[in-house]
């Protein structure tokens, strides 16, 4: 069964803090994404990766960053936590599109961050 | 500009009652894919169907039925007779030859017993 973890599912931070979201696949895919989700806003894409160690920045970057070192994982870092911040935080992953087909997304449980 | 459109922020409706969530989506390619997903409470969507630019055929799985349509730009879904369980929100999405997912803003459903 097709599987994406993220390292909490509640979080509480303060504000100037340093947070890492983790998240972990095990499908073997070689894209993952981070998103955030904010009512009336949708989702919107953080950072993804295509593979290892390569990373693209999605519509809203500022203030965060990203490390993939294993296939598998995934990790997002807001470097100095804002109460803007705070939101509910999507990882997916997905197979590359190839030979025109693209597959789907699967998403990890979601963590919602709080920032004060 | 928005390349995937969902206008209906809420919907409200009565169980059993039949109830289409609208998807409009804006591409320039000629081979793409299209999508839904279910966020129950609990945070995770739901992947639910898939689609191509090539497949125009409605699909239905149970209560569930999608209908495609490519003069219009849509990927609208209905639920027949609905239940508190489909209760969720729902996003539209569009994939183009490319990694990138680009998502609508989603519908929040609410069936009433």
């Known amino acids: ?116 | 500009a928005q390349k995937v459109t969902q206008a209906q922020t809420e919907i409200s409706v009565v169980e059993k009652e039949d109830v289409t969530l609208d998807c409009v989506y804006e591409t320039r390619d000629t081979t793409y894919y299209l999508f839904w997903y279910k966020q129950p409470p609990s945070g995770e969507l739901v992947f639910l169907i898939r689609r191509n630019s090539f497949d125009e055929q409605n699909e239905i799985s149970g209560r569930y039925s999608w209908n495609f349509q490519k003069s219009t730009s849509s990927f609208n879904f209905t639920i027949t007779a609905s239940q508190v369980v489909d209760s969720a929100v729902y996003f539209c999405a569009l994939s183009e030859a490319g990694n990138q997912f680009y998502f609508g803003t989603g519908t929040s459903l609410t069936v009433i017993p």
């Open chain 1, 1 to 116: 069964d097709v599987k994406v973890t993220q390292s909490s599912r509640y979080l509480v931070k303060r504000t100037g803090e340093k947070v890492f979201l983790e998240c972990v696949q095990d499908m073997d895919h070689e894209n993952m994404f981070w998103y955030r989700q904010d009512p009336g806003l949708g989702l919107r894409l953080i950072y993804f990766s295509y593979d290892v160690k390569m990373k693209e920045k999605g519509d809203i970057p500022e203030g965060y960053s990203v490390s993939r070192e294993k296939k598998e994982r995934f990790s997002l870092i807001l470097e100095s936590a804002s109460t803007n911040q705070t939101s509910m935080y999507l990882c997916a992953s997905s197979n590359v599109w190839r030979g025109g087909s693209q597959e789907t997304q699967y998403f990890g449980p979601g963590t919602r961050l709080l920032v004060l």
